[in-house]
């Protein structure tokens, strides 16, 4: 099946700094890969949605200024979180979908990347 | 894009069959259903996608009532590594930029 591979799996880093994490396609294309962010105990949070070659399209309430999305090719998307602060702690997954399946509507989902802000 | 509902939690015994019923009146046309499975610290992994009646694949059944607007997952003979997180969405259709909405959730406990 699809696999989507995420960069870092965790991360840990100081308040004020800027993490970057990267989302892959490795066997299939994807024109839209989609961000989610996911506290414990919660359920996944649809953070935005990544076009190839265009800008992203935030959910409301989503600083997209905070949270920067390139998706420069199609298999490659990426989600830098700015000045990070601890409340930016939190599990980021990705997810994309794979043009050529004959399934219209299935996403994969990349396994994770744990982010902790100290 | 619909909203669902599913039981926050249940509980069952290794063997026993579990079914997951999820609720999402206001499902369109182009909605398909779609359930995952969450381990703990994982992305979500696919498990059954239908649109009408019933879809049987090797790990499970999706059983969709004629007006759609509910659906059951069932697990035959769960098993102490089903234990996890039950997700049902609807969407994901292209002309709505594929987006998947998850709810809540069923958190399911399998016993010994």
């Known amino acids: 099946g699809a696999v989507v591979s995420q960069h870092p799996s965790w991360v840990i880093c100081k308040s004020g700094t800027s993490v970057k994490i990267e989302c892959r396609s490795l066997d299939f294309q994807a024109t839209t890969m989609f961000w989610y962010r996911q506290f414990p105990k919660q359920s996944l949070m649809l953070m935005a949605t990544?076009?190839?070659?265009?800008?992203?399209?935030?959910e409301q309430g989503v600083e997209k200024d905070k949270f920067l999305i390139n998706h420069a090719s199609l298999t490659l998307s990426t989600l830098t979180v700015t000045s990070a602060h601890p409340e930016d702690s939190s599990f980021y997954i990705c997810?994309?979908?794979?043009?050529?399946?004959?399934?219209?509507?299935?996403?994969?989902f990349g396994p994770g990347t744990r982010l902790t802000v100290l | 894009l619909a909203k669902t509902t599913q039981p926050i939690s249940m509980d069952s015994y290794e063997g026993q069959e579990v079914n997951i019923t999820c609720s999402h009146n206001?499902?369109?046309?182009?909605?398909?259903i779609t359930w995952y499975q969450q381990f703990p610290s994982q992305g979500p992994r696919f498990i059954i996608q239908g649109y009408k009646t019933k879809v049987t694949n090797e790990v499970a059944s999706l059983f969709i009532p004629a007006d759609r607007k509910s659906s059951t997952l069932s697990l035959p003979r769960v098993s102490l590594s089903d234990t996890a997180v039950y997700y049902c969405?609807?969407?994901?259709?292209?002309?709505?930029?594929?987006?998947?909405?998850f709810g809540q959730g069923t958190e399911l406990s399998v016993k010994p």
């Open positions: 206001n499902i369109a046309t182009n909605d398909y």
């Open positions: 990544s076009n190839e070659g265009s800008k992203a399209t935030y």
């Open positions: 969405l609807v969407g994901g259709e292209r002309n709505q930029g594929g987006k998947l909405i």
């Open positions: 997810s994309a979908r794979d043009l050529l399946a004959g399934g219209d509507n299935e996403q994969f």
